[in-house]
């Protein structure tokens, strides 16, 4: 069974950092990309960050490029989101996604960013 659990997130400042973690179990870490994916209040969801598990190399947002870092740790099964700079914009849940070869997506419960002014 695919279990992705996301924590880091919490309450924090404009300008101030937060880094998510999400540990992942039910399948082979290293062969699969990972994305972070976040929600605001009323928005629909939408991509952050990816990356890719044949060279880790990242893809992000626009709006998020040169804040954000992800990274992986196949050792742990478990990836981060690294977010500096964070403005009140940024806040939402965040969740952590993975789809298989069957483009069967995987979602985490998420962990809730909130970014005050």
């Known amino acids: 069974e695919v279990q992705l659990v996301e924590s880091g997130g919490g309450l924090v400042q404009a300008g101030g950092s937060l880094r998510l973690s999400c540990a992942a179990s039910g399948f082979t870490f290293e062969d699969h990309d990972l994305a972070w994916f976040r929600q605001a209040p009323g928005k629909e969801r939408e991509g952050v960050a990816c990356?890719?598990?044949?060279?880790?190399?990242?893809y992000y947002a626009d709006s998020v490029k040169g804040r954000f870092t992800i990274s992986r740790d196949n050792a742990k099964n478990t990836v981060y989101l690294q977010m500096n700079s964070l403005k009140p914009e940024d806040t939402g849940v965040y969740y952590c996604?993975?789809?298989?070869?069957?483009?069967?997506?995987?979602w985490g419960k998420g962990t809730l960013v909130t970014v005050s002014s």
């Open positions: 996604n993975v789809r298989n070869v069957n483009a069967m997506d995987y």
């Open positions: 990356i890719r598990s044949a060279d880790g190399g990242p």
